[in-house]
């Protein structure tokens, strides 16, 4: 196999979920490019130490600038807050780096234009992290789609609820809060969590037309972390909008930190002529398929396990019955990046797919705050 050198940008829980990708791949996958763990860069030298170590990267740097400029480097990792993908991808771009970015691609809509044309320009290899495409209940729901099983489409419904912020004495910013600081995150739910419904809304489902929102930031104060100052908070701690898809079917997005009793319950359901589809990431190994057409008195709702060795990826895996779980998405994700290398064709979500997600976050965020309907300049 051909050595394809990695450098990481970050060492918290997305920069641990990509490592473990990188080092898992090679064992499930034939693969004709094995990934090594080059160089690992973060702002804080200690603990960037104590994570190579802990990964075995065989470098570290205390600047991103560094690894991007290391000749060694292949393909830069961008695993880091929302407000240094713009930087980072740019500088990797007209290095002539491969580049694979976390969601959302940046923290707004002009920055997420700067980083496709940097690639375009380049003409570099892309990818971005929305890793709810490569579960394999999801993947196979895109099969069943593409095959006409649902017919025309009628409805898509999604929310993502957490409840993590609910609290007053949160503050925000700093390592672990920043998806609470603007300045870092660049938005809200809208941003974070309901990027992920919309990327996987417009893989399965088509192109969204235009939109009306409605947001809301239910605490406006909070302590910096790094001022120690209480500064208003301009995230939205909820946000839930209307949506027309290009194909003609209507859809409900919501999402949420103070659905309390929740920590990650990410569904979607779709209603077509023919049939339905439901999805749980709490239950993210099956998929709930209703046929119209099957026969009247055995017509309804079936729970499809999808462990088998003809499901999507899941030949890689164990025997069937046994299912896989989050961080298996990570290590598909990166399968397919590495077979698309190979093949000369990189499969999405790719920077100018994530772009179509910037557009729709954009709109969304204008529609509330306009409370009118806004076009997603499709």
């Not at 809208?190 to 893989?203: F, N, P, S």
């Not at 709490?282 to 396990?305: E, K, M, P, T, V």
């Not at 910037?358 to 969304?364: F, Y």
Request: glycine share 8%; net charge neutral.
């Amino acid at each position: 196999m051909k050595k394809l050198n990695i450098g990481l940008v970050g060492y918290g829980f997305m920069a641990r979920a990509h490592s473990n990708a990188y080092l898992s791949v090679g064992q499930f996958f034939e693969l004709k490019y094995q990934p090594v763990l080059k160089a690992v860069a973060a702002r804080d030298p200690a603990k960037v130490k104590q994570f190579a170590h802990k990964w075995g990267y065989e470098s570290h740097y205390a600047d991103w600038k560094q690894l991007v400029e290391d000749p060694a480097i292949d393909v830069v990792d961008i695993a880091s807050p929302n407000d240094t993908h713009a930087e980072i991808a740019i500088a990797a771009a007209q290095a002539g780096k491969m580049i694979l970015c976390e969601k959302p691609l940046a923290r707004n809509l002009p920055e997420a234009k700067q980083m496709v044309e940097a690639v375009e320009r380049a003409g570099v290899a892309n990818m971005v992290w929305y890793n709810y495409r490569r579960v394999p209940a999801v993947t196979f729901a895109k099969q069943l789609i593409d095959e006409g099983r649902l017919g025309q489409i009628f409805h898509y419904r999604a929310k993502f609820l957490q409840d993590w912020t609910i609290s007053k004495d949160l503050p925000q910013g700093g390592q672990a809060l920043w998806r609470l600081d603007a300045a870092v995150a660049g938005s809200g739910v809208t941003g974070d969590l309901l990027a992920h419904c919309i990327d996987t809304a417009l893989w399965l489902n088509g192109p969204i037309q235009k939109v009306t929102a409605m947001t809301e930031t239910f605490i406006k104060e909070r302590t910096h972390q790094q001022t120690g100052k209480v500064s208003p908070v301009k995230i939205d701690d909820a946000s839930a909008f209307l949506a027309r898809f290009q194909n003609g079917s209507l859809a409900t997005f919501e999402a949420t930190r103070y659905a309390r009793g929740h920590k990650a319950l990410y569904t979607f359901e779709i209603n077509g002529e023919n049939g339905s589809l439901f999805w749980d990431l709490h239950d993210l190994h099956r998929l709930q398929f209703f046929d119209y057409r099957d026969a009247g008195n055995l017509r309804g709702w079936r729970s499809i396990h999808v462990t088998d060795a003809d499901h999507p990826y899941m030949k890689h895996w164990w025997v069937p019955g046994l299912q896989i779980g989050y961080e298996h998405t990570f290590v598909h994700q990166v399968a397919d990046f590495l077979n698309g290398l190979a093949a000369g064709k990189i499969p999405g979500p790719s920077f100018s797919d994530a772009l179509a997600t910037e557009r729709v976050v954009d709109a969304v965020l204008k529609s509330a705050q306009s409370e009118v309907w806004q076009n997603c300049d499709v």
